[in-house]
């Protein structure tokens, strides 16, 4: 009953999807969306799956560097100069990559912002950069920081093949070895609690007030990540439709 329920859920949003997606664009307006949430609370996989959804492309910042970087721009020669001495990216330089992406002809009818802006500073720029005849749709996603860490700290990697488990929600058959391979898991330096709540430490401090300001402009719309992957996306997939119609 359970499955049979799940699979028309996931039939109808599917639909509702494909719904939206016709509707981009379709009248003048360029669509975005701004997908926010804490590291951790599965922001990633949500943007992927909007993006091939909803047939617009997802833009992260993080990607925007290491393209930039990798491909020797002027844009990413300066953003190394800043990385290679230690100091963070100004704003302006990150707004810069992110207003030659947008620029691209794939981005025409609309985008989704994974990561971005995240400051208040960068919503501000981003706000006088939109035009008129720009649909905003921000999206929170609502993790606990206790949630967060026990994710963190229970994910198991294997070094060998890469596949990832997690001791408290789908731990492997037999305790630190792979399943598929047989070789030892770890634990990564940077998904030691201690770590974890420093970078949550830091996200709320600089995404509280961006969270306000979207709200006060009656345009965030929260969701609760710590349902299943397929229930947080049909959320998503909700907000969207009821902001889109």
């Known amino acids: 009953m359970n499955i049979l329920f799940w699979s028309l859920c996931l039939c109808a949003t599917t639909f509702t999807a494909l719904t939206f997606a016709q509707q981009i664009g379709a009248k003048g307006n360029q669509t975005i ?126 070094q060998n093949c890469g596949n990832v488990y997690n001791k408290f929600f789908s731990p492997p058959k037999k305790e630190g070895e792979c399943d598929k391979c047989g070789k030892e898991l770890s634990v990564r330096p940077d998904d030691r609690a201690e770590v974890v709540k420093e970078r949550l430490s830091i996200y709320h401090s600089q995404t509280k007030p961006l969270i306000d300001y979207y709200v006060k402009k009656g345009l965030l719309d929260s969701v609760d990540g710590t349902q299943s992957p397929d229930e947080v996306f049909a959320a998503l997939m909700e907000k969207i439709k009821k902001r889109a119609n």
């Open 33 to 158: 969306l701004i997908l926010l949430g804490p590291p951790g609370s599965g922001k990633g996989t949500q943007a992927i799956r909007l993006s091939k959804e909803l047939g617009i492309p997802q833009i992260s910042t993080g990607d925007l560097f290491r393209e930039n970087i990798s491909k020797n721009t002027p844009l990413g020669q300066k953003a190394k100069a800043y990385m290679n001495e230690g100091k963070l990216v100004p704003d302006e330089l990150v707004l810069d990559m992110l207003f030659d992406r947008v620029a691209q002809p794939d981005a025409a009818k609309g985008y989704l912002l994974d990561g971005s802006p995240r400051t208040l500073a960068q919503a501000e720029a981003l706000d006088k950069y939109f035009k008129n005849g720009v649909d905003l749709i921000v999206l929170n996603l609502e993790v606990p920081d206790g949630v967060i860490v026990q994710r963190a700290e229970g994910r198991l990697t294997c």
